[in-house]
């Protein structure tokens, strides 16, 4: 499925009334890992920003012991610092990596802002090196953009 056939089901997740807002991101993560081949771990972070840690929300893939991740540290805490989506084509090269399986051989990171603040991310392992695109950053923006609208 196409980034451009998926936005609309996204949307359908993120305005679906019956479900709560876990229940939407869970759907989400489904979705994408379901849909895109190369997606082989999505889920969410969320910011604490008082203990400055990332704590781990509704994902879909193999279980993780990173469940709380400080800001900074790995490719997920630095997009906390940064506010900036982070492509790392692949992992071997990154000394700041939080190796999480030696199947993940890249990741993608986009952060999530609710009226501006960076309150989380999304968080995707790929078992192929260098599968990211633009194209994946401005669907998952968009993704963040509708999961923005539950905050």
Known sequence: MTFQELKPKVTEITTNNTQSRDEKLLSICQLLNAN????????FY????EAKTLHLGPYVGA????????????????????????????????????????????????????????????????????????EDERFLEFVNQEIAKLY
Do not use: M, R
């Open 36 to 43: 895109i081949e190369y997606y082989n771990w999505v889920g």
């Open 46 to 49: 969320f910011a604490n920003h």
């Open 63 to 134: 279980e993780t012991d990173h469940t709380v991740i400080p800001f900074g540290k790995g490719i997920c805490g630095q997009v906390a610092e940064s506010n900036a989506n982070f492509v790392v084509p692949d992992v071997a090269t990154q000394d700041n990596y939080i190796a999480c399986s030696f199947t993940v051989k890249s990741e993608i990171v986009v952060p999530l802002f609710v009226d501006g603040k960076n309150i989380g991310q999304i968080d995707i392992d790929s078992h192929v090196i260098d599968p990211f695109t633009e």
